[in-house]
Structure formats: structure tokens, C-alpha cells
């Protein structure tokens, strides 16, 4: 299937110029949207066409992130502004079921938001995902598109130049794309291992901290009672002394 798409793609794109700009653009965004188009595959055709010298690779990066970030920034802004009422809309229930938006909203308590992130490497999960962070109403847009958008640094590259340097042999690309896949998803497991981890510690962190206030909030509470008998004593110890004073008088007396 992969070889007979990468074959298409240089006997029908490549005599097409300037118009793959599009086309790549065009097709990312659909994968935004949650069409059943494999991401990955479509950035290496853009830089196999690329290689082949159709477009320039640095333009061609530039629209292919553009895309990915519009793609993606769509489904968040139509789950922000519909809200749940985008469940009543049946090609929408399809991609995000009550179930999905139940697990995502657990997997947001959990990790925060580290879990867009990790959704920029999950084809099947991806656009629920990024809706149902609109929808939730707690996931600013600046924090969205900084997540997304870093996550978009390190796989729009990576399958570009994939396709861009092994362009003049498409079996090796196959080769490479067939093993960048695996690394790619040893690399997000190790991420999102690390992100789980960082999040782990900042709880835990918390709970310390809290734990202090708490106990040096009660040390507060605690004080001025201490005070207050402290405040006491030299008053019984003046009663005292002005009975012994008067005692002494008596027998003077």
C-alpha cells in the first residue's frame, strides 16, 4: 500500500509544480479534521516531491506546518465554540463519543496538557483529543498551540526530509519510513514517560508544600495561647508577692 501510494505520487504529483504546496496544505488539514489520511505519509510525499524537485523543501515546510497547526487549531475552536452540543451533530459524535470525551477528560486530570503533546503522534486519537480540549473549557489556546506546535517541530521535519533525501529511491524510502515509524514511537513513549514523570513529581511537590503550610499554619494557631500563659505568670507572681508583703507586715505589727 505504501509503496503504490509513494509510486502515485511521482508519476502524478511531481509534473504538478507549485500546485503540491496546495495539495500538501489541502490534504493536512483534512487530516486535521479527522479524515482517515495517514499524516505521516502525506508530509513524506511532500518532501519526496520536493526531492525530486517540484517545490523547494523550505516552502514546502513552512505550508505543511501551517497546515498541521490549522488542522488541528479547527477542531479545537469548533469543540470551544459549540460546545457539547457537537455531539448532537452525527459526523462529530462519530469521531468524538461520549466514551472518548469521558477517557480524555481523564487523561487531562492525570497528565494536563501534557497529553496534547503526545495526541500530535496518535492518528486514531488526535482530533478527539484536540476537540475535547476545547470543549472542556480549561485548556487555554496559547497553551494548545504552544503543545501542538512543539510536538509539530519534531514530526513535520522529520517526514519532510525522510522524503526529501531518500527521493531517488523508493524502496530505500519505504525502508526508512517502515523504521523512522518505530523510532518515532519509541521517541513519544520515552516522552511521554518523562512528561508522567515530571507531572508526578510537581504533585508530589505540591502535597509537600501544602503539607508545610498546614503545619506551619497550626504553629500560628498555637502561639498566642502560648503567649498568653507566659502573659500570666508575672501577674500571679506580683499577687504573690504583695501577700508576702502583707503577711511580713502583720507580724511587724
Known sequence: MLEKTLNWVVENLTGLGPWNYFIAFAVLILCGFGVPIPEDITLVAGGLVSGLGATDIAIMSL?????????????YFIGKIFGYRIQRFK???????PERF??????????GIWVLFAARFMPGLRSPIFMASGMSQRVPFIHFLLMDGFAALISVPVWLLLGYYCAKSIPE????????????HIIILAIVVIAIVLVTKNHLAKKRKQ???????KKEAEAPAD?????ELPVQDADVAND???ENKNRID
Open 63 to 75: 505550508i505543511c506546518f501551517a497546515g498541521v497547526l490549522i488542522g488541528d487549531a479547527t477542531m
Open 91 to 97: 459526523p462529530m459524535r462519530r469521531i468524538l463519543t
Open 102 to 111: 469521558e477517557s480524555v477528560q481523564e487523561q487531562f486530570s492525570k497528565y
Open 173 to 184: 524510502l519505504i525502508d526508512k519510513v517502515k523504521h523512522g515509524q518505530s523510532v518515532m
Open 211 to 217: 503539607k508545610a503550610e498546614a503545619q506551619a499554619k
Open 227 to 231: 503567649g498568653n500563659e507566659e502573659a
Open 244 to 246: 508576702s508583703a502583707y
